[in-house]
């Protein structure tokens, strides 16, 4: 690749599987070197290749190289992506990354191995309602907009508890942790942000007595690295490793 360590490399992919190896290979390498720099292993980091957009002879490749967990922002999209995908041995672990609207709860629920963007009480137990139909447990994140922008979705820190509280009473879901998504902002203030939910998980753990959330879902192209020093174990990768795509 052309771009400089660090950077990102927005060319969307022109020739296959080589490029797509070369592209997670770099990912991989920057994900092991923040995690080291945080006193911790790369083992301890998920990446998730985020494949909005992309072709699926592309995810494919991605997945051959060693890809195996992949998000999904649209349940349209996730659901002809599964199906696109479904003679690919051995199969991807899927991830639904975007906003989830609850006529779609039923389209995502049970086929994803996690759910990063529950962002009200009513959501997670419509969630929880069709993982009990399904006879199993639906692993979630709820979604915490730690930087307070009008434009994105998600609880205030301030609404967090309150919102955990009320689903951990449902046997049928799972609360693993939390995600956010920071502000398009200079590296600091990202950081700002990691640093607020990292902060806010260990505020809940100490107020909800049994309570983990051992999982942190931040940090995507532009920002993953700061997000590892900062503590996260689950990064949402898509530019990185599939170029720029339109929205």
């Known amino acids: 690749m ?10 969307p992919v022109s020739d296959g599987r080589d ?5 997670l290979a770099s990912v991989r390498e920057r994900i092991g070197g923040a995690a080291r720099r945080a006193g911790r292993e790369p083992e301890d980091v998920v990446l998730v290749a985020v494949c909005k957009g992309v072709d699926p ?3 494919a490749a991605a997945v051959s190289s060693g890809a195996m967990d992949l998000g999904e922002n649209r349940a349209q999209e996730l659901t002809a992506k599964m199906a696109a995908l479904a003679a690919v041995s051995p199969g991807p672990r899927w991830h639904f990354v975007g906003s989830l609207q609850r006529n779609k709860v039923r389209a995502v629920t049970g086929r994803v191995a996690l759910i990063h963007s529950v962002g009200s ?9 069709r ?13 915490v907009n730690v930087s307070g922008e009008t434009s994105k979705h998600g609880l205030s820190p301030a609404e967090t508890q309150g919102v955990l509280e009320a689903l951990s009473s449902e046997p049928a879901l799972q609360v693993r942790g939390l995600m956010t998504i920071a502000p398009p902002a200079p590296p600091a203030e990202a950081r700002a942000a990691f640093r607020g939910l990292r902060d806010l998980r260990d505020r ?3 107020t909800s007595p049994g309570v ?8 995507m192209s532009s920002d993953f690295e700061e997000a590892i020093e900062e503590g996260s174990t689950i990064v949402r990768i898509g530019t990185a490793m599939f170029g720029a795509r339109k929205r």
């Open 131 to 143: 993982a009990a139909g399904l006879k199993l447990v639906q692993d979630v994140l709820l979604e």
């Open 19 to 23: 490029e797509i190896a070369s592209r």
């Open 57 to 59: 002879g592309l995810v």
């Open 212 to 219: 983990s959330l051992d999982d942190l879902s931040m940090g």
């Open 204 to 206: 809940l753990r100490e």
């Open 2 to 11: 052309n771009a400089s360590a660090g950077s990102i490399d927005e060319r």
């Open 121 to 129: 009480t009513a959501l997670g137990r419509a969630i929880a309602a």
